[in-house]
C-alpha cells in the first residue's frame, strides 16, 4: 500500500479523508487552506447550503491576510494580472481596512473558486480523489451555492474540531515558508528548529517562529497520543514527547559518543498527553508506540510539500 493508503487504513473515516486532502493533497498553491477554514468555519454554524458569494468572502480573506507576511505561491513564479493572488495584492490594503474583500476581489474569487481550488481540494497527487467528500457545488451563475454534506458537518462538531482546524493553520504556515525559503523536504528534515521553550518550529533561514509544533505533527498521528493512543484534545496538557529519550544518548555519551541520530529532531518528536509523557518518562519506547512513531513519519513523509518541493533540487 502507498503512504496515503496507509494512513487511510489506520483510521477509515471521513476525518482520516480530510486529513489526506488537507496533509497530504497537492498543494501549487495555498488555496486548499482557505477553503479548508472556511468549510469548518461554515460547518461549525451548521449551514448545509451557503450561496458562493457569502461562502467566497470568508473563503478571500485568509489568502490576503497570510500573504501580507508569506508567499502564496512559489517564488519566482509569474502571476498573471487577472490571477486570484495578483488581485488579492491589489485589493489588499482595502481588504484588511475593511476586514471584508473588495467587489473586485470577492468577484474574481466567486469566479476562480468553482474551477480551481473546489475541483482540487478533494484530490491527491495521482489525481485520485480522498474517499469522502465535504462539499458540492449547486446551480449556475449568480445562483451558485455549495452544500456542506453531513460527513463535513458532523467533523465540524466532532471532539477532534479545534484539531482539525488548528492543523489546517499550521499545515499553511508550513507550505507558504517552504515557499519562502525555497525548500521542500529539508523544511522539515533540516530547515526548523524547535524551540522548547515556546514549542514553535522555527524557520532556520527567515529566523521567525513557523508555527506549533503539536499543531503541525497531530494529524499525522491521527490526532492521537503517541503513547496512548488515546484522542489528544486541544484543551488536554499536551507535551511534546522524545520517544527515544535524551537519557539514552546521555548514558552512552559517558561510554562512548553516541553515534546515532539527533534524538532531538523531528522524526524523535511526538504530541502525547502531558501524563502519559510523565509516566513514560526515560523508558526506551515498547514495540506499539515504535510502530505508531513509524506510521507517522511515513506519513509526513508523504506530505508533498515536504517531499517534492517546486525548487527542491535533490
Ligand atoms: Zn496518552
Avoid at 491576510?65 to 513564479?77: D, L, N
Avoid at 458540492?136 to 471532539?159: I, K, M, Y
Avoid at 528548529?193 to 503539536?214: A, E, M, N, Y
Wanted: proline share 5%.
Amino acid at each position: 500500500m502507498s503512504g496515503p493508503a496507509n494512513f487511510y487504513a489506520q483510521d477509515a473515516s471521513a476525518r482520516a479523508s480530510w486529513r489526506l486532502a488537507v496533509l497530504m493533497g497537492a498543494n501549487s498553491r495555498t488555496y486548499k487552506f482557505a477553503l479548508g477554514q472556511a468549510l469548518l468555519e461554515f460547518g461549525r454554524e451548521g449551514q448545509e447550503t451557503v450561496p458562493l458569494a457569502e461562502f467566497a468572502a470568508i473563503y478571500a480573506l485568509g489568502p490576503v491576510r497570510h500573504a501580507a507576511h508569506s508567499p502564496q505561491a512559489p517564488q519566482g513564479e509569474k502571476l498573471g494580472e487577472n490571477d486570484f493572488l495578483t488581485i488579492a495584492a491589489e485589493e489588499s490594503t482595502a481588504t484588511l481596512e475593511a476586514d471584508y474583500p473588495t467587489d473586485r476581489l470577492l468577484a474574481a474569487a466567486v469566479r476562480s473558486m468553482p474551477t480551481m481550488v473546489m475541483q482540487k481540494f478533494h484530490n491527491l497527487r495521482s489525481d485520485t480523489a480522498v474517499p469522502h467528500a465535504f462539499y458540492q457545488l449547486f446551480g449556475t451563475g449568480q445562483h451558485r451555492s455549495v452544500g456542506l454534506t453531513p460527513d463535513l458537518l458532523q467533523l465540524a462538531h466532532s471532539e477532534q474540531a479545534p484539531s482539525l482546524a488548528a492543523e489546517v493553520g499550521a499545515r499553511w504556515n508550513i507550505v507558504e515558508t517552504s515557499f519562502a525559503a525555497g525548500i521542500g523536504r529539508s523544511l522539515v528534515e533540516e530547515g526548523v528548529l524547535l524551540d522548547w521553550d515556546t514549542l514553535q518550529l522555527t524557520d532556520r533561514r527567515r529566523r521567525r517562529s513557523v508555527t506549533g509544533i503539536i499543531e503541525a505533527t497531530v494529524g499525522f498521528q491521527h490526532g492521537r497520543c503517541l503513547i496512548c493512543d488515546d484522542v489528544l484534545g486541544m484543551s488536554d496538557g499536551i507535551a511534546v514527547e522524545h520517544v527515544f529519550p535524551f537519557s539514552l544518548m546521555r548514558s552512552l555519551e559517558s561510554v562512548d559518543s553516541w553515534h546515532g541520530p539527533d534524538l532531538d529532531s523531528l522524526w524523535n518528536l511526538a504530541p502525547a498527553h502531558a501524563a502519559c509523557n510523565r509516566t513514560k518518562s526515560d523508558r526506551l519506547p515498547h514495540t506499539l508506540e515504535l510502530a505508531r512513531l513509524a506510521a507517522r513519519n511515513e506519513a509526513i513523509m508523504q506530505s508533498p510539500t515536504l517531499s517534492a518541493a517546486p525548487c527542491n533540487t535533490a
